[in-house]
């Protein structure tokens, strides 16, 4: 399906007129380039998928200075992790959990600042924010809880054989 020479304009007016011009970077980056009489002031892309003026509530106050970022981009590194988190503070580790096999991201990372002040103003920036295209969420990192060891099945037959709950009789 080819897009004619009207289809900017079209989605021009579509973005613009649907919805209001604050709920998305996209609509206010693409609304604001129109083509219209002398130069109008490109208003600041909001800071969050909430907007500029509005606070998340009840958030709890952080004990660590470890956080957990969810909600990255499959394409999202180590690097573009970091450099988005430095800003704010001395950063110690920013680390972006990957899949073995693809070495992509699996969707989530962990960051560690140097006191917990750095880590809570990370927070309070980075929450609900765009990077690479996604929305990131920065929570407080909960401890990692031991695995409790795998239990072994000790019923064995006389004869040597086990048994296999799932399949039946094994060898």
Known sequence: MALSASSPALLRRLLCSSTPASSSVLRATFCSSSSGSGASPTPPPPSSIFGDDTEVANVPPLTTPKLFV???????????????????????????????????????????YATIEEAEKARQEMNATFLDGWVIFVDPAKPRQPKPAPQQDTRSSHAGFTTNKTVGWCG
């Open 70 to 112: 969810s909600g990255l981009s499959r394409l999202t590194t180590d690097e573009k992790f970091q450099g988005a988190f430095a800003p704010f503070g001395r950063l110690l580790e920013a680390k972006v959990v990957t899949d073995k096999v693809s070495g992509r991201s699996k969707g989530f990372g962990f960051l560690r």
